[in-house]
């Protein structure tokens, strides 16, 4: 990067931020911010004219079957089948101590 970020910078960040930062903080988060700035410098000099836009590095199909208006179970028949059923609805164990 032309520029570094200094710790000036960094000081004023964590203000605007309204983070108390140590020295020995100031002067990590100095270093490690710098490097991230060099990084999007590096990015952003990649010749990515001939690339097009893309949301994920590899091609995705939707594996989503078609809706389809099928045939249901029939819920009486079930109901029938279950070990509890009570109004119409299955009857499970109580959770979250509820009484049965």
Do not use: Y
């Not at 605007?16 to 100031?26: K, V």
């Not at 819920?75 to 279950?82: D, I, K, P, S, V």
């Not at 959770?95 to 049965?100: A, F, I, K, M, R």
């Amino acid at each position: 990067m032309s520029e570094r970020i200094t710790r000036d910078d960094v000081v004023h960040v964590a203000r605007l931020a309204r983070l108390q930062l140590s020295e020995a903080e100031i002067d990590r988060f100095t270093e490690q911010l710098g490097d991230v700035l060099d990084h999007a410098e590096d990015v952003e000099s990649l010749d990515v004219g001939d690339i097009p836009p893309t949301a994920h590095p590899l091609p995705l199909v939707n594996v989503t079957r078609p809706d389809e208006l099928v045939e249901s179970l029939d819920r009486f028949e079930l109901l029938a089948q279950a070990p509890f059923a009570e109004d119409g609805h299955f009857r499970v164990p109580p959770v979250l101590g509820e009484q049965p």
